[in-house]
């Protein structure tokens, strides 16, 4: 029977009235609805040593989840310091450490020697690559990528090979050949007595199936489970936790408490169930409810914006988080007019608050896809800034970046063996170690560099297929090499990115990532579409700009990643890294439709739900200082485009923003633009309500409207920061017409023509 403990104790020291609620309540089961910086952590340990020095529970007797083993770690210190070592015995723990345990000691239940071997992702891809090399499933578009995912997509949903079996439909060649992979795979596993991280939850969710017996022994054990996180479990982890709660032989179920909170579970693309949290009520129905509100971390002005936001969800348990520590800063909004003037806007207010005292590390740049933080990192290191990517690889580190650099390397400096090499196989053509060996040995032979090697493969007998592909990367770098070449007297040099168009496309590289299936390979993309707009960008700003003058700029950028002081450096992250940490300043950079909500998610059910909660995420990371950033144009591939502000933005009181905007824009909020006009977006029914007009005028002002302005090459004109200039180019049609006009004393400018104030002459 449900019961509030009465114990009068130093546990209870410095709690409100719902942590100590949480702390002290006695039942079967308790869902405590933390909000972002309630003190979750805090609550969690404060129980467990209630629970030990009331001796209701034995240390051996409790077993709490965490979702890393850092968290698992500080919860351990913490109960320690608590009741001292009393807490030894006690498993805290992921669930993954949790399942070893169990799995080392019953394993040889189910054929299993207790010496297992655990497959981390690399020996299952290792495992995955042989097997659909040797099924020829490439050529029905497998990949190791892809198809390790739905492996893993389907152990975490309990769904083993003769369950998938049942289900498949067969006379499809394409599922007939997954299930066989999956087949073999699961086959050599087991051959070699090897679970991959998968199988550590599913197999041990089998064993309490397969013999009750166990899972009793393990009920009879564990009396009181804890799980932190509850809204990130997948179902295995869910169907884990049931069994561990059923009531053995003559006792009740074992008591469970779990802590979560349904907006911030922005994780449904790793497996993770929402109605896990949502329906914990319907699953124990005897659950007692412990809404903790009060915030320790942010200012109210924060906490109201994140309110208002979340408050659009439908299917949330309601809450109002609050701090009794004051109203704080107003929120900072800015709009440039690209994602350069947004990131100078960054680097610009990072330095005024490090004037102020506050130290770099203190200070968190967010976004929605690594794709954004290209121009962040150069305006950062332009501006001395030091900072580090975390969760991610910085821009110019990333694979792909590499990959696409190496192959300009190899044109511009022939006598680069490891940039020819890195590119020898990238994308996929079939040359080997042993081939790439050959070439090696024959270039050392004849003391030749190793591109040169290149030219002579069909000497060497490799065979018409490997020796017809060195060939073709051959002749596509000399094909590129001839661009590079001086330009006549009075003509600028071919463009880079025509260089590296030239590249990409010949490779087949940017082709091959497209046809992928595996989708990390569209944000891949997206980041060579990057690299292609830094080309153009560089060409702009240096008209006689060379190749290799470029990849100066590059390395620089690149050698400076090092950029470091005492005080620490600014830390840039997406918006799922950041879950879980805090910040005394925020910057939330691209606020815009498509970014946030992603246009992958905006039209999905449950999409735009997730996203608001990924944005929700990202405001309550801020303790005291919080700035919401959009850019009125983007450029993606060379394409610059008219961006749309986010949706989300209308939901926020106008009272809790002072809006900024880039220098030459003017109305308040900076002018989001003419054809900028508020979307709503689609399949949120919350948003699409919000009036228009009244996003319009609270936020951007008066809106400048060239309409259909007609520029040619020639014209002059006059803009209201630059000055008088003269069109050289016009690109793009109707609203997406830019102009490219040199000015006579700010330099080549790039203009979206139906909202830049110009006039022509």
Not at 157 to 183: C, G, K, M, W
Not at 455 to 472: D, F, H, M, N, Q
Not at 695 to 719: M, S
């Amino acid at each position: 029977m449900a019961q509030l403990l009465e114990q009068p104790s130093a546990l209870l020291e410095g709690l409100n009235p719902q942590q100590r609620e949480a702390v002290l309540h006695r039942g079967n089961a308790l869902l405590i609805v933390a909000g972002a910086g309630s003190g979750k952590t805090r609550v969690l340990t404060h129980r467990i040593a209630s629970l030990l020095e009331s001796r209701e529970a034995w240390p051996s007797q409790i077993l709490a989840i965490t979702f890393t083993n850092k968290a698992a770690g500080e919860m351990r210190e913490r109960v320690r310091q608590l009741v001292g070592q009393n807490a030894d015995g006690m498993w805290i723990s992921t669930f993954h450490s949790a399942c070893v345990r169990i799995l080392r000691r019953e394993a040889e239940l189910f054929g299993y020697a207790k010496g297992f071997t655990i497959y981390d992702s690399g020996d299952s891809r290792a495992l995955l690559k042989r097997i659909i090399k040797e099924l020829e499933a490439d050529v029905l578009g497998f990949g190791v990528a892809n198809t390790a995912a739905k492996i893993s997509k389907l152990k975490n949903e309990l769904v083993d090979v003769e369950s998938y079996a049942r289900q498949a439909n067969l006379a499809d060649p394409q599922e007939a050949t997954f299930l066989e992979i999956f087949r073999q795979y699961t086959r050599t596993l087991s051959a070699a007595n090897a679970f991959d991280f998968d199988d550590l939850i599913a197999q041990t969710v089998y064993l309490f199936r397969a013999f009750p017996h166990v899972a009793e022994l393990y009920q009879r054990r564990f009396r009181h489970i804890l799980v932190d996180e509850y809204q990130d479990t997948n179902h295995a982890q869910y169907a884990l936790i049931r069994e561990l709660t059923r009531p053995p032989a003559g006792l009740p179920p074992a008591a469970l408490t779990v802590v979560g909170d349904s907006d911030q579970s922005i994780y449904a693309f790793r497996g993770a169930d929402i109605r896990n949290i949502v329906e914990f009520e319907h699953d124990f129905p005897d659950a007692k409810v412990v809404l903790l509100e009060q915030n320790y971390r942010s200012t109210q002005t924060i906490l109201d914006a994140a309110n208002a936001v979340i408050a659009n969800n439908f299917d949330r348990k309601p809450k109002n988080l609050f701090t009794v520590d004051g109203e704080g800063a107003k929120i900072v909004g800015f709009t440039g007019y690209s994602a350069h003037d947004e990131a100078q806007f960054v680097a610009d207010e990072i330095e005024t608050l490090h004037e102020q005292g506050m130290e770099y590390r203190e200070i968190a740049v967010f976004y929605r896809t690594n794709a954004q933080t290209r121009a962040l990192e150069e305006i950062l290191v332009r501006s001395a800034v030091p900072y580090r990517v975390l969760g991610g690889t910085k821009f110019y580190e990333r694979a792909e970046i590499k990959d696409a650099l190496a192959y300009l390397i190899a044109v511009a400096n022939p006598a680069d063996t490891l940039a020819v090499r890195r590119i020898l196989n990238t994308p996929k053509r079939g040359i080997g170690p042993a081939t790439e060996a050959q070439l090696a040995a024959h270039a050392e032979k004849n003391h030749l560099t190793f591109r040169e090697a290149l030219r002579g493969a069909r000497e060497l007998g490799l065979g018409p297929k490997v020796s017809g592909a060195i060939t073709a990367l051959s002749d596509l770098l000399d094909e590129a090499t001839a661009l590079t070449a001086p330009p006549a007297e009075g003509m600028a040099p071919v463009p880079v990115f025509e260089i590296l168009a030239t590249l990409l496309k010949g490779s087949g590289y940017v082709d091959a990532l497209r046809a992928s299936r595996d989708p990390q390979d569209e944000a891949r993309v997206e980041n060579i579409e990057e690299l292609l707009a830094v080309t153009k960008d560089f060409q702009r700003d240096n008209p006689d700009g060379t190749l290799v003058d470029f990849l100066t700029d590059v390395s620089l950028v690149a050698a400076a990643d090092e950029l470091d002081d005492s005080t620490g450096s600014v830390s840039l992250m997406t918006l799922h890294t950041a879950k879980g940490l805090e910040f005394r300043a925020v910057f939330l950079t691209g606020i815009e439709e498509d970014l946030l909500p992603h246009r992958m998610s905006a039209n999905e059910p449950g999409g735009p739900a997730e996203e608001r909660r990924l944005f929700y995420v990202g405001i309550t990371r801020a303790r005291e200082r919080l700035h919401l950033s959009l850019a009125m144009t983007r450029t993606t591939f060379g394409d610059t485009s008219v961006s749309a502000p986010s949706r989300f933005l209308a939901e926020i009181p106008g009272h809790l923003i002072e809006w900024r905007q880039a220098p030459g824009m003017a109305g308040p909020g900076a002018r989001v633009a003419g054809s900028l006009a508020w979307s709503g977006g689609t399949g949120d029914k919350a948003a699409s309500t919000k009036p228009k007009t009244e996003w319009a005028n609270r936020v951007t002002g008066k809106v400048r409207d060239n309409g259909d302005l007609q520029l040619a090459v020639g014209d002059r004109v006059r803009h209201d920061d630059f000055g008088e200039g003269r069109v050289v180019a016009v690109t793009g049609v109707e609203a997406k017409r830019i102009a490219e006009v040199q000015f006579d004393t700010a330099g080549r400018k790039r203009l979206l023509i139906k909202v830049a104030p110009i006039t022509k002459l």
